[in-house]
């Protein structure tokens, strides 16, 4: 077994509150603001990759309560959580590499604190999945961390992207919006209000 997969499959009871506790935005201010940057609307089909725990479900349904969510991850404890939280939630068990969908499925495709997660070939695997599911002038949203300005913040920072490969992590990191303007023409940075995070809009040419 993959032992990421393991080590979420572990995790996923106590993620949640792991992350209420260190990330102070009880309100979930930043996944409103990201979703906002979705322009979702209603009737519209969205796929959360790497979806976890469900966290953004809330606020899609919120935006568009007529909207379609699919949510897909390979972890089976993360699921279990994403379900129990979302009831409604479409969940799938897989690897965002191998996307079970037809082409040109989705309106709109997002990706939250999970892209840096990718390795080796499943970089350019994954996005060339994302593109085939998306349909013309869908858009890719995918919103990281920017590098923590707090010293024990920055180490936790960088002690998870070593569990990833520090080397391939890095090379993700400093030429980010390059690697995505091979797959999507048009890319848009935006920082968040906070600053500690940064979302990255790509549209889908037709
Ligand atoms: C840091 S969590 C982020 C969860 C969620 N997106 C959020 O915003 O809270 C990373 C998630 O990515 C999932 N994941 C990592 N690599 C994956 C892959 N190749 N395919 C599917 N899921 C993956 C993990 O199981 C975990 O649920």
Known sequence: MNYRRKYYDLFSKFYDDFIKLH???????LRK???EQTKLENNQIV???CCGTGSNFIHFKNKAPKGFFVGIDFSYGMLIQAKKKFNNANL???DVAFLPFKDNTFDIITYTFAFYELKGEKVHKTLLEIKRVLKDNGKLLIMEHEIP???LTKLLYYIRLA????KKAKTIISHEQELLQKFFPNVKKIISPSKKSK???CQKEC
Do not use: A, C, H, R
């Open 149 to 151: 300005k707090n010293s």
């Open 47 to 49: 796929l959360d990759l």
């Open 33 to 35: 603001f990201f979703v």
């Open 199 to 201: 979302i990255f809009i």
């Open 92 to 94: 799938v068990l897989g």
């Open 23 to 29: 990330s102070k935005d009880k309100n979930e201010e």
């Open 163 to 166: 569990t990833m490969g520090l």
